[in-house]
């Protein structure tokens, strides 16, 4: 929000208030959009409906705080731990944020000494630190691929990371090798040469077509 927010924001935290029979002073009123004022506007009233229909207390900033952050695209720290023991594999792509790598240094060491439980003891207790850090600081997410060898196994992970709203179309696109072109006077140039050819030479040919060297 900005200071020109104040004026929509004061009715609907009164409202809020008033619906437990609470009247916020001027001083608490301005003290809580200071609190609230690095969210928007609308995901704050968005979260003050959700908590007006679920508690029976009259609100808190730390509770539509609560809300807002919960609903930030951050996974849990059991989640979280799913997607960082992918990255101990090499072979394999994987999409992670910067809580999850962060909280993953301080665990690797330990996984690598042969310790997996504690590994994800250590890792769960640095991530949700990490994430309340952020959600403090008013932090968005942010998501990117860390490559694997596996070309195969690649475009998969990528693909369901787009569906998902992690990653941005154009960005997997150039990660993500160009679709082979047939041209198809040449293939059935070839299908004509295979006819004479002995099976060795037509997997030769067949490999040749597909790396595109033909």
């Known amino acids: 929000m900005n200071k020109n927010d104040f004026d929509k924001f004061g009715p609907v935290w009164r409202a809020a208030s008033e ?3 609470v009247t916020p002073t001027d001083a608490a009123l ?3 959009f200071r609190v609230l004022e690095k969210y928007e506007f609308h995901d704050i009233k968005v979260a003050i409906a959700d908590y007006l229909a679920t508690s029976q207390y009259a609100p808190k900033p730390a509770d539509i705080i609560q809300r807002l952050t919960s609903r930030d695209g951050r996974p849990s720290s059991d989640e979280a731990w799913a997607i960082a023991i992918k990255s101990f594999d090499e072979y394999q792509t994987v999409v992670m944020n910067d809580d999850i790598s962060g909280a993953l240094e301080e665990a690797r060491g ?3 000494d042969g310790d997996k439980v504690g590994a994800r003891m250590a890792f769960k207790s640095s991530y949700d630190r990490k994430i309340g850090d952020s959600r403090r600081e008013g932090l968005a ?6 490559i694997g060898f ?3 196994g690649r475009r998969d992970v990528l693909e369901q990371a787009v569906v998902k709203g992690l990653l941005p179309r154009a960005q997997v696109d ?3 090798p160009a679709p082979l072109e047939i041209n198809p006077v040449k293939l059935l140039t070839l299908a004509k040469k ?3 050819m002995t099976s060795e030479e037509r997997s030769s040919q067949l490999a040749r077509a597909c790396r595109g060297d033909l």
Request: hydrophobic fraction near 40%; charged fraction near 20%; charge should be negative.
């Open 19 to 21: 619906v437990y029979n």
């Open 150 to 152: 596996d070309v195969d």
């Open 174 to 176: 150039k990660l993500l």
């Open 141 to 146: 997410v942010k998501w990117w691929p860390s």
């Open 194 to 196: 295979a006819e004479t």
């Open 30 to 32: 301005g003290l809580t």
């Open 110 to 112: 330990i996984y690598y």
